[in-house]
T-cell receptor, first 118, second 113 residues
């Protein structure tokens, strides 16, 4: 199956700093990427959807200036948490969907990034 | 609008017994249905999907699910549960023409040795 990687897997940062999380599709071209946030023992909350080469579409209540998403190529999307605060501590998961028939109907998920803001 | 209901918070089952995790959905048009499993501090792993064709879908690790259009259900099943099946299970649906998945709240499965 298709593989999605995320980097870093864990990050600890001080309050006020910015953190960048990378999401890569390793063996397929991801025309659409999704960023989710997950709180302990809860479901995934969709933050934004991005199509390659266009601006991300943010879900209601998600601050686009705080969570910057870039989808510059068909294999890479980045999420930057700007001026992070402790309440931004969470598990962030990216997901990708491709353009080929086998990949179109399915989203492939990255392993997640655990962000802890001190 | 599309939505998924996973009515139980936790499913407890003895090792070797059948495991069922329930899922019902609501969507406009034909549904694309998915089951994912998540282990602690890990991303979601794909188990199986229903797009079209046979209502009984077989997936990874011995899991299967049956699409029931009249009951709008897509219950996940495994004939004989293993302790290693203990994890968080998510059902998801995407309507034809919709760009995003709707997830259920998840079910914690606990397989008791």
């Amino acid at each position: 199956g298709a593989v999605v990687s995320q980097h870093p897997s864990r990050v600890i940062c001080k309050s006020g700093t910015s953190v960048k999380i990378e999401c890569r599709s390793l063996d397929f071209q991801a025309t659409t990427m999704f960023w989710y946030r997950q709180f302990p023992k809860q479901s995934l909350m969709l933050m934004a959807t991005s199509n390659e080469g266009s601006k991300a579409t943010y879900e209601q209540g998600v601050e686009k200036d705080k969570f910057l998403i870039n989808h510059a190529s068909l294999t890479l999307s980045t999420l930057t948490v700007t001026s992070a605060h402790p309440e931004d501590s969470s598990f962030y998961i990216c997901s990708a969907r491709g353009r080929t028939s086998s990949a179109y109907n399915e989203q492939f998920f990255g392993p997640g990034t655990r962000l802890t803001v001190l | 609008a599309q939505s998924v209901a996973q009515p139980e918070d936790q499913v407890n089952v003895a090792e070797g017994n059948p495991l069922t995790v329930k899922c019902t959905y609501s969507v406009s048009g034909n549904p694309y249905l998915f089951w994912y499993v998540q282990y602690p501090n890990r991303g979601l792993q794909f188990l199986l999907k229903y797009i079209t064709g046979d209502n009984l879908v077989k997936g990874s690790y011995g899991f299967e699910a049956e699409f029931n259009k009249s009951q709008t259900s897509f219950h996940l099943k495994k004939p004989s549960a293993l302790v290693s099946d203990s994890a968080l299970y998510f059902c998801a649906v995407r309507g034809n023409g919709n760009n995003r998945l709707a997830f259920g709240k998840g079910n914690q499965v606990v397989v008791i040795p």
